[in-house]
């Protein structure tokens, strides 16, 4: 569905609000970004919701222990990774399916499951160092 013709920009304009033409702008580029994804109804609670104070996205707490947990699941598996360094993700991740070490969803191991504990590995390697 096409926004509407007329932006909250232009009317602001029209009046002479200059102090918030740049929250305007703001707004219509979000408006229209959602328009392309989204109904009219959705994009009206959206805009709503943050006019309200909503805050859609970023780090909280849920996201920061569920990052802790997920650095204290990898320096677990540092043992393990440290036999498998020298191999592909991919045959890494082969590897600990055949050994049936489970990742953290239970499920099996893939390149990209195998690459992140690599990448927190390292994070908290950087970590210890620069203490």
Request: aromatic letters at 2%; zero cysteines; a positive charge.
């Amino acid at each position: 569905m096409p926004a509407p013709k007329t932006d909250v920009t232009d009317r602001l304009r029209r009046r002479g609000d200059r102090l918030s033409l740049e929250a305007a702008a703001e707004i219509d580029l979000l408006r229209d970004r959602l328009y392309r994804r989204h109904s009219h109804s959705t994009v009206a609670g959206i805009l709503k919701a943050k006019r309200g104070g909503k805050q859609f996205g970023g780090l909280r707490a849920a996201g920061m222990a569920a990052m802790a947990q997920a650095m204290a699941r990898a320096e677990k598996m540092r043992p393990v990774m440290a036999e498998l360094a020298k191999l592909s993700a991919n045959k890494a991740a082969a590897e600990l399916n055949r050994r049936g070490v489970k990742s953290a969803t239970g499920g099996s191991w893939s390149a990209t499951t195998v690459l992140r504990v690599r990448r927190r590995l390292r994070r908290l390697a950087r970590a210890a160092r620069s203490q």
